[in-house]
């Protein structure tokens, strides 16, 4: 399944770097809320997750949220989550980028990780923009609110929102000074994200694709490993350090 080249660059490696999206979520049973099956209360996820949504509506916005975090707290990470912990252990220097939101990396015990799209578990102050703790209404349907006043949101990335600066910064320099960069569970389109491989590679690292399907990069990255990144990941582990 894995070539030479690919388990002597690991092993060999300083420095590498992961991306991860939706598909190795999905392979826990977290939801993507996309197409007929994401419809809540009748409303699609775009007319929810964003700004002029909150602000009209904060409260069905965090019942939203609340629905959300409720389904993914129910959630394990899978094995693929817990081998990218145990390579992070290997590894000398080790940068987990994801577009997640769901915290299952943390979950798995991941600590260098990049969240290129916030993390639902997390408030943060629309005014201060200080974070905190997941944040609940309280029972008499209450809004949280910060200690300055300011109302609270889900630290998420909504439509028409930049990504954070320092995130996409640092998943960046990661990419430019990796050895070796992993694609898991991403379909490559989504930007500034579905660059990062592409920048890895021009930078002379070896990019290796893990995905269910082929993507659009597919045929730019030096491998493309077909299958679920669950069952994949940790026969790589064991490939290259057992």
Same mark, same amino acid.
């Given at each position: 399944?894995?070539?030479?080249?690919?388990?002597?660059? *690991?092993?060999?490696?300083?420095?590498?770097?992961?991306?991860?999206? %939706?598909?190795?979520?999905? &392979? +826990?049973? #977290? !939801? $993507? =809320?996309?197409?007929?099956?994401?419809?809540?209360?009748?409303?699609?996820?775009?007319?929810?997750?964003?700004?002029?949504?909150?602000?009209?509506?904060?409260?069905?916005?965090?019942?939203?949220?609340?629905?959300?975090?409720? *389904?993914?707290?129910?959630?394990?990470?899978?094995?693929?989550?817990? %081998?990218?912990?145990?390579? &992070? +252990?290997? #590894? !000398? $220097? =080790?940068?987990?980028?994801?577009?997640?939101?769901?915290?299952?990396?943390?979950?798995?015990?991941?600590?260098?990780?990049?969240?290129?799209?916030?993390?639902?578990?997390?408030?943060?102050?629309?005014?201060?923009?200080?974070?905190?703790?997941?944040?609940?209404?309280?029972?008499?349907?209450?809004?949280?609110?910060?200690?300055?006043?300011?109302?609270?949101?889900?630290?998420?990335?909504?439509?028409?929102?930049?990504?954070?600066?320092?995130?996409?910064?640092?998943?960046?320099?990661?990419?430019?000074?990796?050895?070796?960069?992993?694609?898991?569970?991403?379909?490559?389109?989504?930007?500034?994200?579905?660059?990062?491989?592409?920048?890895?590679?021009?930078?002379?690292?070896?990019?290796?694709?893990?995905?269910?399907?082929?993507?659009?990069?597919?045929?730019?990255?030096?491998?493309?490993?077909?299958?679920?990144?669950?069952?994949?990941?940790?026969?790589?582990?064991?490939?290259?350090?057992?």
């Amino acid at each position: 399944m894995f070539s030479e080249r690919l388990i002597q660059e *690991l092993k060999m490696a300083q420095k590498v770097a992961i991306l991860t999206g %939706a598909g190795i979520s999905a &392979e +826990s049973g #977290v !939801p $993507t =809320f996309r197409g007929e099956e994401g419809l809540w209360k009748k409303y699609r996820p775009e007319e929810l997750a964003n700004f002029n949504a909150f602000i009209q509506n904060p409260k069905l916005v965090w019942e939203w949220y609340d629905y959300r975090r409720k *389904l993914i707290s129910e959630v394990m990470p899978n094995p693929g989550h817990a %081998a990218l912990t145990e390579m &992070e +252990s290997l #590894v !000398p $220097t =080790f940068d987990l980028i994801t577009q997640n939101v769901d915290g299952l990396h943390r979950k798995a015990g991941s600590q260098n990780i990049i969240e290129l799209h916030g993390n639902i578990l997390q408030s943060r102050c629309v005014d201060c923009g200080v974070k905190s703790d997941a944040l609940v209404m309280s029972q008499d349907d209450e809004l949280p609110h910060c200690s300055c006043g300011g109302l609270m949101r889900p630290d998420v990335v909504w439509y028409g929102e930049t990504l954070p600066e320092e995130a996409i910064h640092a998943a960046f320099q990661s990419a430019r000074t990796c050895d070796v960069f992993l694609s898991i569970g991403t379909s490559a389109v989504v930007h500034p994200a579905a660059s990062l491989p592409i920048v890895a590679k021009e930078a002379g690292a070896l990019v290796v694709e893990i995905n269910k399907e082929s993507t659009v990069i597919s045929h730019l990255v030096d491998e493309s490993i077909l299958g679920l990144s669950g069952e994949i990941l940790p026969e790589l582990v064991k490939a290259v350090w057992d």
